[in-house]
């Protein structure tokens, strides 16, 4: 490995302890005090909108996994940089460490949930990081020195080698060696009489065998030297490197675990429902092969928030403050929710980025507490309008206080299809309101709820421009078919229509350019859920393109404008190409 080589594995090495540093430290912490954690949380927060929904377009669910991926290659990329510019005297790489450790601490302190000492992980790595970088370079830059040495030896060497002793020449009154009948010269040895004219000076100075002995000359040792030096240098990159890895995965495996709450969760009793239960009537789900079923499982419920980890938040630990704009502040713990009536309702829940057509939807049971009654016992003022809902880890949503109030099921969520919530998706308690979108009202959780007004306050999502009240736009989605080429002859065309709290009163499919036709509908056991479809096609050879379009309860139709989803959702007809024949 050249050395250019060597200087940017120490780069990469150092950038690797000084992530495995932090990963250890931040055991003691917090996950999300990691640098990779803290930058990552910040990139989400700045990331423009119009950059952030193409990329949820484009990967869906698997957006925090790309910008992992794209912060280990842009790390190590800078590390290399920084160990290539790094030297012993000019501290360049160093500087560019230090500035890292800089930023990712600045980052960690000024999240929400942050203390001081989210600063250790970052400053603690940096150093590590800096140290080691320093002290591979320093062994780099020996190794490169002794190399030139060298390299200058060989050269002086060779220089002389090609400078042969000329024959023939004797100094005046002196006899010529090996002459007939006289002997050595003075001061000469017999051995002379072996070294032939055209051996090179050097041969005999430097102490090597004329007749090639077994004699070892020091340029061979100062190689042997050079060679174990330079495999030295590179055990020490290597040796790094193996330890910051390890040190991050170890870390981040401790420091998951320690702050795990599975098994706590999986040890949680769910209070019995009180009022009448949600029946969910078999004619609700086709069943047809393809389209998607009436309940969402929660390992198929789509995930999108702000988090980079899932945030690990404990029963007892948990508690909720309704203050603001209210006569009474109400402050709340698990155990005081579990002595309130429970009740279980079927609701859709939608996001804001769900492209038209998209998967960003589900339908589940969710088991909670009635939220219209708590915000009626804190007493809000009437001339409050907002609902700032604050997760543990940041985040805010404003719902309009008049939504929450009406007597829709928002709910204090703590059940999700008979089960604790999952983790991800808010144990131990999260919001759930039918016919707003997530991102003004679906708070995973929850830990703050503040009575309050909309030209006082904005939420995490209205700060960057999107829609202030945020409700669900009517939609529809086309299942199956799936395959791209299918026979002539009947093809089941079939999805999901969803207008939450309003209900799906029509959907319709047209073909091509032809006229709107009516699908079938499955039973609606809840205005707050999606409602399937179907519709059977006698389809003709040819290349065809599928639409469809949906009408809410109240007579109103999808509209054709499209539009993407900022500031306040997508809209425009779902279609499918197929060919058949």
Same mark, same amino acid.
């Given at each position: ?8 594995? &120490? ?6 302890? $000084? ?77 560019? +460490?230090?500035? +890292? ?27 590590? #990081? ?28 060779? &220089? ?7 024959? *023939? ?8 060696? *090996? ?16 070294? &032939? ?10 102490? !090597?065998?004329?007749? #090639?002995? =077994? #004699? ?19 055990? !020490? ?13 170890? @870390? ?10 599975? &098994? ?36 198929? +419920? ?79 003022? =009437? ?10 880890? @940041? ?51 929850? $830990? ?25 736009? %009517? *939609? ?26 309003? *209900? ?35 389809? %003709? ?30 809209? !425009? ?9």
């Amino acid at each position: 490995m050249a050395e250019r080589g060597l200087r940017v594995a &120490s780069g990469v090495a150092a950038a690797g302890v $000084t992530l495995g540093v932090a990963e250890l430290v931040a055991v003691l912490i917090s996950p999300d005090s990691t640098p990779l954690q803290a930058v990552g949380a910040w990139v989400i927060d700045h990331t423009p909108d119009t950059v952030r929904e193409r990329v949820i377009e484009t990967v869906g669910t698997d957006d925090k996994l790309l910008l992992f991926i794209s912060m280990g290659i842009v790390t190590v990329l800078v590390a290399g940089l920084a160990g290539f510019a790094e030297r012993v005297r000019r501290p360049v790489g160093s500087i560019a +460490f230090a500035l +890292f450790g800089l930023l990712s601490l600045l980052a960690a302190v000024g999240r929400p949930a942050a203390s001081w000492t989210w600063a250790l992980p970052s400053l603690l790595g940096a150093w590590a #990081g800096i140290a080691l970088l320093r002290n591979l370079i320093r062994r780099i830059e020996d190794f490169s020195a002794a190399s030139a040495e060298l390299a200058l030896k060989e050269a002086a060497a060779e &220089s002389l080698t090609k400078t042969p002793v000329t024959g *023939g020449a004797v100094a005046p009154g002196r006899p010529m060696a *090996g002459a007939p009948g006289i002997g050595p010269g003075v001061g000469e040895s017999a051995e002379a009489d072996d070294i &032939s004219d055209d051996t090179p000076v050097d041969s005999v100075a430097a102490g !090597g065998s004329v007749s #090639g002995g =077994p #004699g070892r000359s020091t340029a061979d040792d100062s190689g042997f030297e050079l060679a174990l030096q330079r495999r030295q240098v590179v055990r !020490g990159i290597v040796i790094a490197a193996a330890a910051g890895v390890g040190a991050g995965v170890v @870390g981040r495996v401790l420091g998951l675990r320690s702050h795990n709450v599975s &098994s706590e969760r999986a040890e949680v009793q769910l209070p019995s429902p009180s009022g009448p239960l949600p029946v969910v009537d078999p004619a609700a789900d086709l069943k047809i092969p393809g389209l998607s079923p009436y309940l969402t499982s929660n390992a198929d +419920f789509y995930r999108i928030d702000t988090a980079l980890t899932v945030p690990q938040v404990s029963k007892d630990s948990w508690s909720l403050r309704i203050h603001g704009m209210v006569d009474r502040e109400i402050r709340l713990t698990y155990a005081d929710l579990a002595a309130r009536q429970a009740v279980e309702k079927l609701v859709t829940l939608t996001c804001v980025s769900n492209p038209v057509g998209g998967d960003l939807i589900g339908n589940a049971s969710w088991l909670g507490y009635r939220l219209d009654e708590l915000l009626t016992e804190a007493g809000p003022h =009437p001339d409050a309008d907002m609902v700032l809902s604050t997760s543990v880890d @940041g985040f805010t949503a404003g719902s309009p206080l008049a939504a929450l109030m009406d007597g829709r099921d928002a709910l204090l969520a703590v059940g999700m299809n008979g089960e604790p919530l999952p983790t991800a998706h808010g144990y131990p308690v999260r919001l759930v309101v039918p016919g707003l979108y997530g991102y003004v009202s679906a708070t995973k959780w929850v $830990t703050d709820i503040e009575i309050t007004r909309f030209d006082r306050a904005q939420a995490y999502w209205t700060k960057r421009g999107w829609s202030q009240d945020g409700p669900i736009k %009517t *939609g529809a989605r086309i299942d199956t078919p799936t395959a791209s080429s299918l026979a002539p002859g009947r093809v089941t065309v079939a999805g999901v229509a969803w207008a939450q709290h309003r *209900g799906i009163e029509a959907v319709e499919v047209r073909i091509d350019n032809g006229a709107w036709q009516p699908a079938r509908l499955a039973a609606e056991p809840s205005i707050d859920t999606w409602r399937q479809w179907a519709f059977d096609w006698q389809a %003709t050879s040819g290349l065809h393109t599928v639409w469809a379009r949906a009408t809410d309860g109240g007579g109103a139709v999808q509209t054709s404008d499209v539009a993407y989803p900022v500031p306040d959702g997508a809209t !425009g007809y779902p279609s499918i190409s197929v060919r058949i024949g």
